[in-house]
């Protein structure tokens, strides 16, 4: 468990002081659903930019790091390639962690 320390100014203490801890619960999953939103965005596409790659070379990112075509253009779109598949797995493993929060 990891604990948050949020500073806020005198004036807005007095008015939050009273509440209990289930507004920070709740403004954690306002943010988490924006989060989720902005990230499957991002993923979306990313999603089209690897079935790009898919389409035009007729197979998977695994099949295709496999063999890579001996061409300056193939190496440069495996770089490419390979860049999207990282972020598309990190961004897809955060949505994970973020639906946990929003008990989905």
């Known amino acids: 468990m990891v604990e ?45 930019k690897n079935s790009a790659y898919e389409r035009k070379y007729g197979k998977s990112y695994a099949e295709f790091s496999q063999n890579i075509p001996d061409t300056m253009k193939a190496h440069d779109d495996w770089i490419e390639w390979s860049y999207l598949v990282k972020v598309t797995d990190e961004l897809a493993y955060k949505v994970e962690k973020l639906q946990l929060l929003l008990g989905k």
């Open 4 to 48: 948050v320390t949020v500073r806020v100014p005198e004036d807005i203490m007095d008015i939050i002081s009273e509440t209990s801890e289930t507004i920070y619960v709740e403004a954690l999953k306002e943010v988490a659903r924006k989060r989720t939103s902005n990230i499957q965005r991002r993923l979306k596409e990313l999603r089209r």
